[in-house]
């Protein structure tokens, strides 16, 4: 068959080479159609998937942060761009109105930090100034019980230190020299009468008695008396004695001058011990109590430190300084302390026990209420209304409103404010439709917004003002009334003329700072309505 047909083998041989190639086409092209892309194809393929990966922007918002938004981009009156809102960016939305987002970078620039809430002991130190006084319980006055004359004066200068039982000053009296008389005359009857009946003793004992008890009622020493009742003689003049070891701190007798029964001659005062009255801030008296340790200390003698106790803290308060007295005992031993010098006292107290406590600077404080705002996540912040106790030095007891452990920022908690509006969040307090955004939503910002009716009463181009009558706006709970506002931009202040009647926007740019971003006639539509 060879040999008759001399291609017979040949086309056995091509018709297998034939199905050979056939079979390795098949599997070329089976490969190719899953092996990976050529490098052109490759560029392609990448480019996809970064397009993939670029994030959806769903609207634009106002530079400024008024509440409007558009879907395409454009430029405010002012000539500013609109800024995309990405998809991304609604992801990260807080899941609350209530709350507030600040991107990474701005934290940064801002200076945030946060710190823990944490229990602790709220000890503190209370601060006050006060006076040094005398002591009323050792000061004495010098007053003679009967009339008078001061015969002689011992001591003479106001200021001079005593010791107990030294002359002051001698005085004659009539009725001094009187008394004396009839007690010597009681004194020797008595003697003369040993013999006489039981009943006549009696008598002259009790007239003698008697005589002796009207001299002590009038403060004559005992030493006299015992010398009048030794000797019987009457002496001339009577001769008073300081009570105590002190200081002359009033002199009113003056040699030969005559006094009535109750004439305060001289005052004497211990200064041994001395008193500090401070008067203590109404909102620290809670903290003050009787029997706690005080430091004083004395511009004279910068380098000491006087200890003293708590002995009175006053029932009454000082209403042009809202402050309450309190009476420190301080002992004075050298006489440092002089009545009428300035003091500064340092009261340590103690705290009831452990407490939630923050910063100080972390309450933002408007007057009405007080907000801290706790960290929520990172770049998320929610403003929370609390309710506050004791404060110490550099720490506030939280009562309500934030746990402990809790998060809180300590700086830059007025820039947050300023940076996103922090009333928006802080009006969503009670309103439960204040939910998350949705890319359909308006941004947080449009929440600010208030709606008013009014009549324009008076523009002032210059100052760039309109005063406006309007009526009750519900967002804020106010009634009607005439008051000032800034219209955002020169086209709506071309709309507002004296005399015309108006639905208008507005929003609190800064504190008490009220902006129209829309304007309409009454009764008109908005033609910002949807932004």
């Not at 000053?169 to 009468?193: D, M, T």
């Not at 907000?371 to 309710?387: N, S």
């Not at 452990?405 to 969040?425: H, M, P, R, W």
């Not at 108006?502 to 949807?530: C, L, M, Y």
């Given at each position: 068959m060879?040999?008759g047909?001399?291609?017979?083998?040949?086309?056995?041989?091509?018709?297998?080479?034939?199905?050979?190639?056939?079979?390795?086409?098949?599997?070329?092209?089976?490969?190719?159609?899953?092996?990976?892309?050529?490098h052109?194809?490759?560029?392609?393929?990448?480019?996809?998937?970064?397009?993939?990966?670029?994030?959806?922007?769903?609207?634009?918002?106002?530079?400024?942060?008024?509440?409007?938004?558009?879907?395409t981009?454009?430029?405010?009156?002012?000539?500013m761009?609109?800024?995309?809102?990405?998809?991304?960016?609604?992801?990260?939305?807080?899941?609350?109105?209530?709350?507030?987002?600040?991107?990474?970078?701005?934290?940064?620039?801002?200076?945030?930090?946060?710190?823990?809430?944490?229990?602790?002991?709220?000890?503190?130190?209370?601060?006050?100034?006060?006076?040094?006084e005398?002591?009323?319980?050792?000061?004495?006055?010098?007053?003679?019980?009967?009339?008078?004359?001061?015969?002689?004066?011992?001591?003479n200068v106001?200021?001079?230190?005593?010791?107990?039982?030294?002359?002051?000053?001698?005085?004659?009296?009539?009725?001094?020299?009187?008394?004396?008389?009839?007690?010597?005359?009681?004194?020797?009857?008595?003697?003369?009468?040993?013999?006489?009946?039981?009943?006549?003793?009696?008598?002259?004992?009790?007239?003698?008695?008697?005589?002796?008890?009207?001299?002590?009622?009038?403060?004559?020493?005992?030493?006299?008396?015992?010398?009048?009742?030794?000797?019987?003689?009457?002496?001339?003049?009577?001769?008073?004695?300081?009570?105590?070891?002190?200081?002359?701190?009033?002199?009113?007798?003056?040699?030969?001058?005559?006094?009535?029964?109750?004439?305060?001659?001289?005052?004497?005062?211990?200064?041994?011990?001395?008193?500090?009255?401070?008067?203590?801030?109404?909102?620290?008296?809670?903290?003050?109590?009787?029997?706690?340790?005080?430091?004083?200390?004395?511009?004279?003698?910068?380098?000491?430190?006087?200890?003293?106790?708590?002995?009175?803290?006053?029932?009454?308060?000082?209403?042009?300084?809202?402050?309450?007295?309190v009476?420190?005992?301080?002992?004075?031993?050298?006489?440092?302390?002089?009545?009428g010098?300035?003091?500064?006292?340092?009261?340590?107290?103690?705290?009831?026990?452990?407490?939630?406590?923050?910063?100080?600077?972390?309450?933002?404080?408007?007057?009405?209420?007080?907000?801290?705002?706790?960290?929520?996540?990172?770049?998320?912040f929610?403003?929370?209304?609390?309710?506050?106790?004791?404060?110490?030095?550099?720490?506030?007891?939280?009562i309500?409103?934030?746990?402990?452990?809790?998060?809180?920022?300590?700086?830059?908690?007025?820039l947050?404010?300023?940076?996103?509006?922090?009333?928006?969040?802080?009006?969503?307090?009670?309103?439960?439709?204040?939910?998350?955004?949705?890319?359909?939503?308006?941004?947080?910002?449009?929440?600010?917004?208030?709606?008013?009716?009014?009549?324009?009463?008076?523009?002032?181009?210059?100052?760039?003002?309109?005063?406006?009558?309007?009526?009750?706006?519900?967002?804020?709970?106010?009634?009607?009334?005439?008051?000032?506002?800034?219209?955002?931009?020169?086209?709506?202040?071309?709309?507002?003329?004296p005399?015309?009647?108006?639905?208008?926007?507005?929003?609190?740019?800064?504190?008490?700072?009220?902006?129209?971003?829309?304007?309409?006639?009454?009764?008109?539509?908005?033609?910002?309505?949807?932004?």
């Amino acid at each position: 068959m060879t040999e008759g047909n001399p291609f017979g083998m040949n086309k056995g041989v091509i018709a297998a080479a034939v199905v050979a190639v056939l079979a390795a086409g098949g599997g070329y092209w089976a490969g190719q159609k899953n092996a990976p892309a050529p490098h052109a194809d490759g560029a392609t393929s990448l480019a996809a998937e970064t397009a993939k990966k670029a994030p959806k922007i769903l609207f634009y918002r106002n530079p400024m942060g008024l509440p409007d938004t558009s879907p395409t981009p454009k430029k405010d009156p002012m000539g500013m761009d609109y800024i995309p809102v990405y998809e991304g960016e609604q992801d990260d939305e807080p899941a609350s109105a209530k709350q507030i987002k600040i991107s990474t970078e701005k934290i940064q620039k801002l200076g945030v930090r946060t710190e823990a809430a944490t229990l602790r002991n709220l000890d503190k130190v209370v601060r006050a100034a006060g006076r040094i006084e005398p002591d009323e319980r050792r000061t004495y006055a010098i007053s003679p019980k009967f009339e008078g004359y001061v015969e002689r004066l011992h001591v003479n200068v106001t200021g001079q230190p005593v010791s107990k039982g030294q002359a002051l000053f001698e005085v004659y009296s009539p009725e001094l020299v009187s008394a004396q008389r009839e007690y010597a005359i009681a004194v020797q009857g008595q003697e003369s009468l040993k013999s006489a009946e039981s009943a006549t003793q009696d008598s002259m004992r009790q007239l003698a008695e008697s005589s002796l008890a009207r001299l002590r009622n009038w403060d004559i020493s005992e030493e006299q008396v015992k010398s009048l009742a030794k000797s019987g003689e009457t002496r001339r003049t009577l001769t008073f004695r300081s009570p105590v070891n002190g200081i002359i701190t009033e002199k009113k007798a003056v040699q030969g001058m005559r006094f009535m029964p109750g004439d305060a001659l001289y005052q004497v005062a211990d200064l041994s011990s001395v008193w500090a009255v401070a008067d203590v801030f109404e909102q620290d008296i809670g903290w003050v109590k009787a029997g706690a340790k005080a430091k004083v200390k004395i511009n004279a003698y910068p380098d000491k430190t006087f200890e003293g106790t708590i002995s009175y803290v006053y029932p009454t308060l000082k209403a042009e300084t809202r402050t309450i007295p309190v009476r420190i005992d301080l002992p004075n031993p050298n006489n440092l302390l002089k009545p009428g010098m300035f003091a500064q006292l340092e009261l340590p107290t103690t705290a009831k026990g452990a407490v939630v406590t923050v910063p100080n600077s972390a309450v933002i404080d408007s007057g009405t209420r007080q907000i801290v705002l706790v960290q929520a996540g990172e770049g998320r912040f929610e403003p929370r209304e609390v309710k506050l106790g004791a404060r110490s030095d550099d720490r506030v007891e939280v009562i309500e409103g934030v746990r402990d452990g809790e998060q809180v920022v300590v700086a830059a908690n007025f820039l947050i404010d300023a940076e996103s509006n922090l009333k928006a969040a802080i009006g969503g307090f009670g309103h439960a439709s204040h939910g998350g955004a949705s890319p359909s939503d308006k941004p947080a910002a449009a929440k600010v917004g208030h709606k008013a009716e009014g009549k324009v009463e008076e523009v002032d181009a210059k100052a760039g003002t309109v005063s406006i009558t309007h009526g009750p706006v519900a967002s804020l709970n106010w009634p009607g009334m005439t008051m000032e506002f800034k219209p955002a931009n020169e086209a709506i202040m071309q709309q507002l003329k004296p005399g015309a009647a108006i639905d208008f926007e507005f929003v609190e740019r800064g504190q008490g700072e009220w902006v129209i971003t829309s304007v309409k006639p009454a009764g008109k539509a908005n033609p910002h309505a949807g932004h």
